[in-house]
């Protein structure tokens, strides 16, 4: 907040008329190039230019990373402009004047001594150390670290998803990071083109002078009566301080551009960063300190210097030697204060106490599976996970933590609830665990195992026998989506655990938005708990909750009768009959199902005292119940074995006794209400548990 005001405070400053002003410098560097510049003007105006190309390349020194000068190939592309148009302004002066300012007779005259072959090969020399050296150089730099910034792009974006979905950041700090990436590549890839500017400004300098040479003795000699000789003292000398006066801010802005496209992002600044590494270690001093006392004593060398800088190079090692060893004391001393008896103070445990809602242990030859710089997408496969749960059941499942844990074998890995193992299971990496789906008597050669989600026959087997194992009838998956599945199906079983009063009060807001009255009216009659609990019961039988709205009102139509869990269960299922009708109708459109024969049903209700809005309890004897549960669980064997979802058909007023009832031996039977069906849709019943 602090550095948004302070660029408010600034855009309400000096900076107000900033965007302004560019337009009107951009205007006026264009019509350098047309309109003729007084001498005087033409001083200030290259004196401005060499203090702009100084001060960007000071500022460049200060930055801790590229993006604090984000605007740097927009300023590169300016500044070659402005030195371009004023070349044509002292082109111009040279030519019909013979005299263009003091600032270019100054550089002519004192610069080189009046001697314009010196001043000739001085240029020269600038134009080769900015075109070969710097200039090429930052030019190849600048075009690695685009390629390499988009290369990374991906990865960047793999680690801010897995961040985000770990927990470790929030919404807001994910989209910050990712424009940043974005920022970054759009950065590199404007300096891979801007370093062309430079270049090209190098070339454009070299040919500058040599038609202003040659446009000069023309002048001279055919219009002016000069002989060649004069002509050349005059134009030469003028033309080559015009050259040195426009390259040394050009070299000075290469040599920016060389350090923005090789500086890392660091802490500190440019010249802190330098002298850091430079004298990390103390031994390149004192061995430096040595050959330059060696070269001292040569004869014919002079001795002062390389002797005093030798003193200086020998006295900063010592230096470092000593503080090293300070440096080194301190932990021990400090250990050695702490080591002293000190008055017990109150231990903070609560940070202790916070129970993640699911956990992912895994030992560490799993690590890869997660980590995105090994290759892993584990986490981008649970990104999916969490979405597909939200779509399919309207569950915002929290953030999965996922941390490695010695204790385990190296393959093994370990599912947490609220900090209970519920789940664990073992992979192979780069193995591929081949399923028995389909029955297949056969065996491969591998690993025999267990598929951890569905409990189903397996084996670990090699790459090169995957397409044989597809052959025969096996289904193969890779490790990481023999673990996401697990995830999913464990999500899918314990999602009603996962839900808290918290999340339930999310989705309560996010209805809030759009359907008020409904929000308002449902809070009015019963509390967040209620509202967690009924949720929780249709999460447990796998019926979405999407469909917020139309559960809210359900609850507040009812909720005026009894505030029971259970009867209010019953009557948001039968409001969500179209979607509990989607959920377990077939391909043909028709519903297949078991259904329960009236002899049963009587035989429950009878053993039924009270009823869902006042409270319940069931009264039957242990053997009916158990003579219940086997008639029910060989025909939902029957149907499992058909391939179809054992799905057992009830009267209402029994359906919830009977869930519970079976709800502890078998898990995987869908028992359904007739009025829970919606009008129109066929009944295919198979049978009937007599």
Not at 197 to 202: C, E, L, S
Not at 351 to 375: F, K, N, R, W
Not at 423 to 434: F, K, N, Q, T, V
Request: proline share 4%; net charge neutral; aromatic share 6%.
């Amino acid at each position: 907040m602090g550095a948004v005001r302070e660029r408010t405070s600034k855009e309400r400053g000096i900076f107000r008329f900033a965007d302004i002003t560019m337009a009107i410098l951009v205007v006026m560097i264009i019509g350098m190039m047309i309109i003729p510049m007084p001498t005087k003007l033409l001083d200030v105006l290259l004196s401005l230019n060499i203090t702009f190309a100084v001060v960007t390349l000071l500022s460049t020194f200060y930055v801790k990373e590229a993006l604090e000068i984000a605007a740097f190939p927009t300023i590169l592309l300016l500044a070659t402009l402005y030195r371009l148009a004023l070349n044509v302004s002292t082109t111009r002066l040279i030519l019909l004047k013979g005299y263009a300012g003091e600032v270019i007779t100054a550089f002519g005259n004192f610069v080189v001594g009046g001697n314009y072959v010196v001043g000739a090969v001085v240029f020269l020399i600038l134009v080769v150390i900015q075109f070969i050296v710097i200039t090429k150089g930052a030019e190849r730099v600048a075009e690695v670290a685009a390629r390499f910034t988009l290369d990374a792009m991906p990865g960047k974006q793999m680690a801010i998803d897995a961040d985000l979905n770990s927990g470790l950041i929030d919404e807001s700090e994910a989209r910050l990071r990712r424009t940043r990436i974005q920022r970054e590549a759009d950065f590199y890839g404007a300096m891979d083109g801007a370093s062309k500017f430079v270049k090209g400004d190098a070339i454009a300098g070299l040919i500058i002078t040599v038609i202003n040479i040659i446009g000069g003795l023309t002048i001279g000699v055919f219009q002016r009566g000069l002989t060649a000789g004069q002509a050349l003292q005059v134009y030469a000398l003028l033309t080559v301080g015009d050259g040195l006066v426009a390259q040394i801010p050009a070299l000075v802005f290469s040599t920016a551009t060389g350090v923005i496209v090789t500086r890392a992002a660091s802490e500190t600044s440019l010249g802190i960063d330098v002298i850091n590494s430079l004298t990390s270690n103390h031994r390149p001093l004192l061995i430096g300190a040595g050959l330059l006392f060696m070269l001292a004593i040569v004869p014919g060398l002079p001795f002062l210097p390389f002797a005093v800088i030798g003193s200086l190079l020998g006295f900063l090692g010592y230096r470092m030697i000593r503080e090293k060893k300070i440096a080194a004391e301190m932990p021990k001393e400090e250990a050695r204060r702490e080591a002293r008896p000190q008055q017990a103070g109150p231990e903070n445990v609560l940070p202790l106490m916070t129970v993640e809602p699911m956990e992912l242990e895994i030992g560490y030859a799993l690590i890869p599976l997660v980590d995105p710089s090994q290759g892993g997408d584990m986490l981008e496969r649970i990104s999916t996970i969490r979405r597909q749960m939200a779509l399919e059941s309207g569950l915002i499942v929290p953030p999965i933590r996922i941390r490695d844990n010695i204790q385990l074998k190296p393959t093994e890995y370990v599912i947490k609830v609220r900090g209970v193992e519920v789940s664990r299971g073992e992979l192979i990496p780069d193995h591929y665990l081949a399923i028995n789906t389909s029955g297949v008597e056969e065996a491969l050669v591998g690993i025999p195992t267990t598929d951890p989600a569905f409990g189903l026959k397996a084996f670990w087997i090699s790459p090169e026998i995957r397409d044989k194992a597809e052959e025969m009838g096996f289904t193969v998956v890779d490790a990481p989506s023999v673990l996401a599945t697990h995830l999913s199906e464990i999500i899918k079983k314990y999602g009603a655990d996962l839900l808290s009063r918290q999340d339930v009060q999310k989705l309560i807001d996010t209805v809030k938005e759009g359907h008020p009255a409904a929000v308002e009216e449902l809070l009015s009659v019963l509390s967040l708990g209620d509202i967690q609990k009924v949720l929780q019961n249709l999460l447990r039988e796998s019926i979405p909750i999407r469909d917020l709205v139309t559960i809210f009102e359900a609850l507040a139509d009812n909720g005026r009768i009894s505030r029971s869990v259970d009867f209010l269960t019953e009557r948001v299922r039968e409001a969500l009959s179209r979607h509990i009708t989607h959920r377990f109708k077939g391909e043909d459109g028709q519903i297949t199902a078991m259904t329960l024969s009236p002899i049963w049903e009587q035989k429950i209700r009878e053993a039924l005292k009270g009823d869902l809005s006042q409270g319940w309890q069931l009264q039957m004897d242990p053997k009916s119940l158990n003579s219940l549960l086997s008639q029910v669980s060989r025909a939902m064997e029957k149907m499992a074995m058909e391939g179809r979802m054992p799905v057992l058909l009830v009267h209402p007023d029994v359906r919830f006794i009977v869930r519970k009832i079976i709800e502890g031996k078998l898990t995987n039977v869908h028992v359904l209400a007739y009025s829970e069906i919606e009008p129109g849709t066929k009944v295919r019943s198979l049978g009937t548990v007599e």
